[in-house]
């Protein structure tokens, strides 16, 4: 599957917004307030972004929601129908670019979009590529049991389980080592 600059970069950008979100009631909003909301759009380079408020704020969280369903999605057909949705709020159009030193990609929200609109049309278009090339499964979450974080799985084979392999994959088969040898110890 061809992943171009544009996709990786709105991929990426979905990936983060989701890991936002609060695992449980106990756990913080990765985005708080309005000032964490113009970190987000400055690491993820976001263009054609305006002064941000709280009604910003509101929106993208609600639409991080709703990025966290595609991501649970069951089957091809529900992701395809909660995309649907997204893409179709955000009011896209569809128009080729080539700002900020980058070359000829196509940006999916209408000039002038609120920054929600902009993550859902561009994120969506992003996650419907997977679910056209028939790649829905690769949408996932870490399969550590104490970390629920989305990932999009692009290795070869589709073999990626965690989040982060150096992180989640490691803590867990090192806890299983450990246990191997406790067990054979014991």
């Known amino acids: 599957m061809l992943i171009t600059h544009d996709t ?3 991929l990426d950008a979905v990936v983060d917004l989701v890991n936002t979100a609060p695992e449980d009631d106990t756990s913080p909003d990765g985005l708080p307030d309005v000032a964490a909301l113009e970190i987000f759009v400055q690491k993820h380079d ?8 709280e009604f ?5 969280r609600k639409i991080r929601g709703r990025f966290a369903g595609i991501f649970a999605a069951s089957e091809a057909r529900i992701a395809a129908g909660l995309i649907n949705e997204l893409v179709a709020a955000a009011g896209t159009t569809p128009r080729l670019t080539d700002h900020d030193g980058y070359d000829w990609h196509v940006h999916y ?13 561009d994120c969506g278009m992003a996650l ?4 056209v090339a028939g790649e829905q499964e690769r949408l996932r979450r870490c399969e550590a049991p104490d970390c629920r974080r ?7 084979n589709r073999s990626r389980r ?3 392999s150096r992180t989640c994959g490691n803590r867990l088969h ?6 191997r040898r406790k067990e054979a110890a014991g």
């Open 8 to 10: 990786r970069c709105a």
């Open 46 to 53: 976001i263009s054609d972004v305006g002064v941000l408020s």
């Open 56 to 60: 910003d704020l509101s929106a993208v």
């Open 109 to 121: 929200f209408a000039p002038g979009a609120s920054i929600a609109d902009h993550l859902a049309a």
């Open 128 to 131: 419907a590529f997977f679910v």
């Open 150 to 156: 989305a990932f999009v799985d692009l290795s070869r």
């Open 162 to 164: 965690y989040c982060d």
């Open 174 to 179: 090192v806890a299983a080592y450990r246990a």
